[in-house]
């Protein structure tokens, strides 16, 4: 599983725990919170009533006094009421009266006169100066169908509890604004958990998004291919910028090692060629002269081998450099055409030396690429000159360029005796080299793959291959992006 998935399947459990429990924490509490509204107003109305009830009381009419017609009046009454939208055409309230000893002596629905209440928690409590309330079913059958009651002492003028007055009111009247109040918690408890999943859904792709640039930077790296370390604020950019230096140095350790290696082992054959020459022109006082042939063979030995060392070192100084790039630092336009026309100028005397001939086949209208004009030079005047060794005399040597899709393909092509098919898998190898038709002399290895990293370096690769339809000769070039 991606660790981005990981990361979002974790927070998405949070979030829905979260939202869970605090979703069931809110709508559980809307209906005991509005009960308790709707219990304190009660309680004052009960307080209320009683007071107003208690001259009628003691006087022997509660139940034809003037309280109990303007009690029964509430039946006719249009409230005419509107609550947050709810319609409320009449009171729901029943109150009803009862003496000390718990009878009902007045109840405005007139159905519970005469009977025993004393036995009920809200009058029995409340006749013995305690709060009285309670919460009972209408019918036994529906259990959810309650009614609340409330009482109030009505007490004589020596503050004796005489009677009791209950104000009741079914809890199905307040039931709309508890459901509308529960369906609006529940509505935002989604909406916020939907926000939250977004938030989760932004942030995992981002850590992932981080972590993947992270993840394919290193593959690169340890692919041996040109990368730049991501750019990114915070420890992520911290975490790049460390591993970019963790890089540097350690391919920098690897490769002296690696070049130290290679080139004290290509360095051996030249060295010894010229101790071997140095020796035998070193004759002893008492030896016969060396013929004047032989001297200048061991001599021109000598410096043959010197300029293949020096010409070692240079392409070796300018493969290095190329090498420590990551990247171009400062591309610019240049059209290959007016670049390979440079170049062919520049090796026009060799090749001529060599008994060949340079044919151009450049396509001027060619858009610029973007690139470092001096390193594409130095990587045509390469391929050049490596036609130029394995060109036979009086053979064509092919300069061309061409649009292949959105790139530019430019290559040389010789007539020599081709690549052997052993080696076509490692001539961009640095000191891989191949013996020349004349002489049997190697190269230095490095011209080829110093256009190999051109070519890297400039988004593009390098390939060679033979000429086929047995045609004698190979094909190098460089393909660079548009």
Same mark, same amino acid.
């Given at each position: 599983m991606r660790i981005g998935l990981r990361i979002f399947l974790g927070y998405f459990l949070i979030v829905a725990v979260a939202a869970f429990l605090l979703a069931r924490v809110f709508v559980a509490e809307v209906k005991p919170g509005v009960r308790q509204a709707m219990e304190d107003t009660l309680v004052d109305t009960a307080n209320v009533l009683a007071e107003l009830a208690t001259d009628d009381f003691l006087a022997g009419r509660i139940d034809r006094g003037d309280f109990a017609k303007r009690v029964r009046s509430l039946d006719g009454r249009d409230v005419g009421a509107a609550i947050w939208g709810f319609r409320k055409p009449e009171t729901s309230y029943r109150v009803?009266?009862?003496? @000390?000893?718990? &009878?009902?002596?007045?109840?405005?629905?007139?159905? *519970?006169?005469? #009977?025993?209440?004393?036995?009920? $928690?809200?009058?029995?409590?409340?006749?013995?100066?305690?709060?009285? +309330?309670?919460?009972? +079913?209408?019918?036994? *059958?529906r259990p959810d169908d309650t009614v609340m009651h409330v009482a109030a002492p009505i007490r004589d003028e020596r503050g004796r509890v005489i009677g009791s007055l209950t104000v009741a009111k079914p809890n199905a009247a307040i039931a709309p604004f508890i459901a509308r109040s529960q369906a609006v918690v529940t509505r935002w408890g989604f909406v916020l958990m939907g926000a939250a999943l977004a938030v989760g859904v932004i942030v995992s792709w981002w850590l992932s998004r981080q &972590?993947?640039?992270?993840?394919?930077? *290193? #593959?690169?790296?340890? +692919?041996?291919?040109?990368a730049d370390p991501p750019h990114a604020a915070g420890e992520f950019g911290e975490l790049g910028q460390a591993l970019e230096t963790m890089r540097a140095r350690l391919e920098g350790k690897q490769y002296v090692e690696q070049y130290v290696h290679t080139l004290t082992h290509e360095m051996k054959s030249p060295l010894a060629a010229i101790r071997g020459s140095a020796e035998l022109l070193e004759s002893p006082p008492g030896d016969a002269p060396m013929p004047d042939a032989d001297r200048a063979r061991f001599a021109g030995s000598i410096r043959r081998q010197a300029e293949r060392l020096a010409q070692m070192i240079d392409k070796l100084l300018a493969l290095a450099a190329v090498e420590h790039r990551q990247r171009l630092e400062r591309p610019e336009p240049v059209a290959l055409a007016a &670049?390979?026309? /440079? @170049? *062919?100028e520049q090796c026009a005397q060799r090749i001529e030396s060599a008994? +060949?001939?340079? =044919?151009?086949? =450049?396509?001027?209208? =060619?858009?610029?690429?973007?690139?470092?004009a001096f390193l594409l030079r130095q990587a045509l005047i390469n391929l050049l000159d490596n036609a130029a060794d394995f060109s036979p005399p009086g053979g064509e040597i092919a300069l061309r360029l061409q649009a292949v899709g959105e790139a530019q393909r430019i290559e040389v092509g010789d007539r020599g005796p081709g690549v052997p098919d052993y080696a076509l898998g490692r001539v961009f190898e640095r000191f891989y080299s191949l013996p020349r038709p004349a002489g049997g002399s190697r190269s230095s290895g490095l011209g080829l793959c110093f256009v190999a990293e051109v070519a890297s370096l400039h988004g593009g690769v390098a /390939?060679?291959? $033979?000429?086929?339809?047995? /045609?004698?000769?190979?094909i190098a070039g460089m393909s660079i992006p548009g």
């Open positions: 009803y009266v009862t003496d @000390a000893r718990g &009878i009902v002596v007045f109840d405005s629905s007139g159905a *519970a006169v005469g #009977q025993d209440y004393s036995r009920w $928690n809200d009058v029995y409590l409340t006749l013995r100066g305690r709060y009285g +309330a309670r919460s009972s +079913a209408v019918d036994p *059958a &972590i993947g640039l992270l993840r394919r930077y *290193a #593959q690169a790296v340890t +692919a041996g291919k040109r &670049i390979a026309r /440079e @170049a *062919a008994g +060949a001939r340079l =044919l151009l086949d =450049l396509d001027p209208s =060619l858009p610029p690429v973007r690139g470092d /390939e060679l291959r $033979n000429r086929g339809d047995g /045609e004698s000769g190979a």
